[in-house]
């Protein structure tokens, strides 16, 4: 079983869609979580970062993390075709060592 | 601007022709680290570096060779490649173990 699970997608939704996007994990010991966008020929590249339970909100995005289900979500609002892209989910513990869920395709049709 | 720099974007070899793929960063980032990523795999970490001179394996350290003898450099040796090695390689830095990635554009490397 892989420590971390992401739904590979590929996800299709219509412009000003809601995009909700999920990791779950097996390991009680990830405290900090992060989410990734990379476009196509592109290295990811931060988008959010959150330390423990709960909701953190910057603009049309919203991460969850909910540590007694091990599951992390991220919320986009009001999606746009720029929104189009691969997003990964990481996780990491104490020890430092960072895991990547497999990456979800999106794509926001006009 | 911060960036983190991979050299070169694109690679064609061939099996056994030993070859270096470069990585800088200008941010005085402390922790570096490579990584490979496949279709249905993710990202895999391949090996890790919290300061000048400490290295360590990661996931997938075999084939794999790093050296960090200054800060701002970290470069990734593939002493004798194989097709197997076939892959989109970023590396990434950030200023300590805990905080966020800052990633490079990626070395798409195709061994033959």
């Known amino acids: 079983q892989k420590e971390v699970e992401q739904d590979p997608g590929p996800l299709s939704v219509p412009e000003g869609a809601i995009v909700s996007l999920n990791c779950t994990y097996s390991n009680s010991a990830f405290q900090y979580f992060m989410w990734y966008r990379q476009y196509s020929r592109k290295g990811p590249e931060l988008l959010m970062y959150?330390?423990?339970?709960g909701n953190k909100e910057d603009g049309r995005f919203t991460a969850q993390v909910d540590k007694s289900s091990k599951y992390i979500s991220l919320f986009i609002r009001d999606s746009q075709p720029s929104d189009s892209a691969t997003y990964l989910c990481?996780?990491?513990?104490?020890?430092?060592?960072?895991?990547f869920g497999q990456g979800t395709e999106l794509s926001v049709k006009p | 601007e911060a960036q983190v720099t991979q050299n070169p974007r694109y690679l064609i070899t061939v099996t056994g022709k030993k070859l270096t793929v470069t990585c800088s960063q200008n941010m005085n980032h402390e922790y570096m680290s490579w990584y490979r990523q496949d279709p249905g795999l993710g990202l895999r970490q391949i090996y890790y570096s919290m300061n000048v001179e400490v290295t360590d394996k990661g996931d997938v350290p075999e084939g794999y060779k790093v050296s960090r003898k200054e800060k701002r450099n970290f470069p990734l040796i593939l002493e004798s490649p194989s097709p197997n090695q076939t892959s989109l390689y970023f590396c990434?830095?950030?200023?300590?173990?805990?905080?966020?990635?800052?990633f490079g554009n990626g070395t798409r490397l195709t061994v033959t």
């Open positions: 959150t330390y423990s339970s």
């Open positions: 990434a830095s950030s200023s300590s173990v805990f905080s966020p990635l800052h």
């Open positions: 990481a996780m990491s513990s104490q020890g430092g060592k960072l895991i």
